[in-house]
T-cell receptor, first 117, second 111 residues
Framework: GAVVSQHPSWVICKSGTSVKIECRSL??????MFWYRQFPKQSLMLMAT?????????EQGVEKDKFLINHASLTLSTLTVTSAHPEDSSFYIC?????????????FGPGTRLTVL | KQEVTQIPAALSVPEGENLVLNCSFT??????LQWFRQDPGKGLTSLLL?????REQTSGRLNASLDKSSGRSTLYIAASQPGDSATYLC??????????FGSGTQLTVLP
């Protein structure tokens, strides 16, 4: 149980285009979803926290107009990287937690590798 | 602000050895501590989760301990195997119920 999926698993795009990444909780209702970014050989850095039906809370240094997060339902959150540039190339991982899965535990998706040419 | 440190950053051991990975955190007001495994280019696999009220958790050859008052946790891997080679991440859930990750220990088990 507690399965989180991400789509796509990898994406290559041209500089200046926008890319949308989906994060879904498959077997529980995710009241809160988190988006992380991981650069090569570095650890995960939290980008933003989103609660269903509310605006996302972004960490310091993360541009909210560049990384648009939507959490419109209890099973789906999306991250849109707008006007992507090569420096946005990274591994993006989402996680989710829900009241029926132990509120203090996050369950992670498999990640999305973004390469911006 | 919570800070999580993992030592060593990299470790190479021969197959069969027992080993210990260390994790320390600066703010002891945590809900839980979790150890993850990450293979190259892959997502996270949760290994063990220790609630703040617990002192240790075991799963197979893995044993994790937690000393909340001193801000330390260790992950003990018994009889290491080449398949254990991966990066091991420690993370704590703090008062804001957000996870703070350490920088990881890259483990290589040599056959």
């Amino acid at each position: 149980g507690a399965v989180v999926s991400q789509h796509p698993s990898w994406v290559i795009c041209k500089s200046g285009t926008s890319v949308k990444i989906e994060c879904r909780s498959l077997d529980f209702q995710a009241t809160t979803m988190f988006w992380y970014r991981q650069f090569p050989k570095q650890s995960l850095m939290l980008m933003a926290t989103s609660n269903e039906g509310s605006k996302a809370t972004y960490e310091q240094g993360v541009e909210k107009d560049k990384f648009l997060i939507n959490h419109a339902s209890l099973t789906l959150s999306t991250l849109t990287v707008t006007s992507a540039h090569p420096e946005d190339s990274s591994f993006y991982i989402c996680s989710a937690r829900g009241l029926d899965r132990g509120y203090n535990e996050q369950f992670f998706g498999p990640g999305t590798r973004l390469t911006v040419l | 602000k919570q800070e999580v440190t993992q030592i060593p950053a990299a470790l190479s051991v021969p197959e069969g050895e027992n080993l210990v990975l260390n994790c320390s955190f600066t703010d002891s007001a945590i809900y839980n501590l979790q150890w993850f495994r990450q293979d190259p280019g892959k997502g996270l696999t949760s290994l063990l989760l220790i609630q703040s009220s617990q002192r240790e958790q075991t799963s197979g050859r893995l044993n994790a301990s937690l000393d909340k008052s001193s801000g330390r946790s260790t992950l003990y891997i018994a009889a290491s195997q080449p398949g254990d080679s991966a990066t091991y991440l420690c993370a704590v859930t703090g008062s804001a119920r957000q996870l703070t990750f350490g920088s990881g220990t890259q483990l290589t088990v040599l056959p």
